[in-house]
């Protein structure tokens, strides 16, 4: 089992940056596919960002591409999100989710991941 935790969130201008990360408990950070998710106010949760165990393969919404960038340090338990040019539309509470898998393996759908983190608000004002 896995414990997360997010952090780094908060406001920030339009076309802003931040850094979320997500730090998880245990010994066996590098068994986990680990995702990022959001989900902003009446709207159901959506897949941002996945990434494989190794960190060598990773897969982004349409919606994020280009100004997303999803990383993980299996040293160090942690992943994190790079949101560059920040939009409005990225306003939403952004969850770090894992479930075990094969090596090369990413998952997109919130039903494929067993563990998510409390999540952490991202405000982008206009």
């Known amino acids: 089992q896995v414990q997360l935790v997010e952090s780094g969130g908060g406001l920030v201008q339009a076309g802003g940056s931040l850094r979320l990360s997500c730090a998880a408990s245990g010994r066996t950070f590098s068994s986990y596919i680990m995702g990022w998710f959001r989900q902003a106010p009446g709207k159901e949760r959506e897949f941002v960002a996945g990434?494989?165990?190794?960190?060598?393969?990773?897969y982004y919404a349409d919606s994020v591409k280009g100004r997303f960038t999803i990383s993980r340090d299996n040293a160090e338990n942690t992943m994190s999100l790079q949101l560059n040019s920040l939009k409005p539309e990225d306003t939403a509470v952004y969850y770090c989710?894992?479930?075990?898998?094969?090596?090369?393996?990413?998952?997109?759908?919130?039903?494929?991941?067993?563990?998510w983190g409390q999540g952490t608000q991202v405000t982008v004002s206009s």
């Open positions: 989710a894992a479930r075990m898998g094969h090596y090369n393996e990413i998952y997109y759908r919130t039903e494929d991941y067993n563990y």
């Open positions: 990434i494989s165990r190794s960190g060598g393969s990773t």
